[in-house]
């Protein structure tokens, strides 16, 4: 875990179906470059916001 790290929830299209994948990062860019990786860089990203608790 990274210091300074916030819970973003990043919507994604994997197989023809959107799920919402939790992602711990700092900033929305890098949340969706924690997805990139562990999905490969051909996954369709729609939305990434911070969770509000």
């Known amino acids: 875990m990274i ?3 916030k819970c973003f929830l990043v ?3 994997l197989n023809g179906e959107k799920q919402i ?3 711990r990062a700092r900033t929305p860019v890098s ?3 924690v997805i ?3 999905y ?3 996954v369709v990203i ?3 916001v911070e969770e509000k608790k």
Do not use: F, I, M, T
Request: proline share 0%.
């Open 3 to 5: 210091c300074g790290s």
């Open 11 to 13: 919507e994604v299209a």
């Open 21 to 23: 994948k939790r992602v």
């Open 31 to 33: 949340a969706r470059k």
């Open 36 to 38: 990139r990786r562990k």
């Open 40 to 42: 490969g860089y051909e």
């Open 46 to 48: 729609l939305s990434s």
